[in-house]
């Protein structure tokens, strides 16, 4: 009865491991395919050639307000799309709770923030944002132009939700993007998000 016990543990152990995994640095990043605002359906896939920022949101989370409240965020992504770019907002909050709106409100909430990013995309089930090990909102990742992870982590060196850190904070996304713009190793590849737990279901 007890070694029936241990193996039931052991293997329900092994499920959460497999159900929250990371994605590696130099690794492929995990393919989905997800749909945005809109319902228009957008694949990792389809934008290799391209450097992709993948950022996961959720516009209420203090943390988040800091890098929009103080245009950060906006800047970032004007900055990245405006060269080439492509960035994908993730919301991997399940339906009900904080950081879900349905497509209208959600194009109302990006349109009231000033969003620049090329699609906000549906995850409510969560499967995209375990797979990726996204653990924070806003929680960050850089994949290049072949698909591998270039860069995880937090968006800046400057853990709080305080907008006038942001002045002085050095920015591990822009010098990720700038570095595989200039077909250079990602100096800083790897580093511990913040932010906002993500409200998984």
């Given at each position: 009865m ?9 293997l329900?152990l ?8 990371d ?5 492929t ?12 359906s957008?694949s990792?896939?389809d ?6 920022v993948?950022?996961w ?11 929009y ?10 900055d ?26 959600m194009?109302?909430?990006?349109k ?8 906000i995309?549906?995850?409510s ?18 994949v290049?132009?072949?698909?591998n ?38 100096a800083?590849?790897?580093?511990k ?9």
């Amino acid at each position: 009865m007890r070694s029936s016990l241990i193996a039931l543990l052991t293997l329900s152990l092994l499920g959460s491991a497999a159900a929250f995994a990371d994605a590696e640095i130099g690794k492929t990043a995990p393919a989905f395919t997800l749909k945005d605002t809109q319902g228009k359906s957008h694949s990792l896939a389809d934008y290799k050639g391209k450097t992709v920022v993948l950022e996961w949101l959720n516009f209420d989370c203090p943390f988040v307000k800091k890098h929009y409240g103080s245009g950060n965020m906006q800047k970032l992504q004007a900055d990245a799309t405006g060269k080439g770019t492509i960035w994908l907002s993730i919301v991997s909050s399940a339906k009900g709770k904080e950081g879900y709106f349905e497509p209208k409100a959600m194009e109302a909430r990006q349109k009231k923030e000033k969003g620049k990013q090329t699609a906000i995309l549906y995850d409510s089930d969560g499967k995209v944002g375990k797979a990726f090990g996204a653990k924070n909102t806003p929680h960050m990742f850089v994949v290049d132009k072949d698909g591998n992870v270039a860069y995880r982590g937090a968006i800046d060196d400057q853990d709080s939700a305080d907008a006038e850190d942001v002045a002085t904070a050095k920015n591990y996304v822009s010098a990720a993007v700038e570095d595989l713009r200039a077909n250079r190793k990602v100096a800083t590849a790897d580093t511990k998000p913040y932010g906002c737990g993500v409200k998984y279901q």
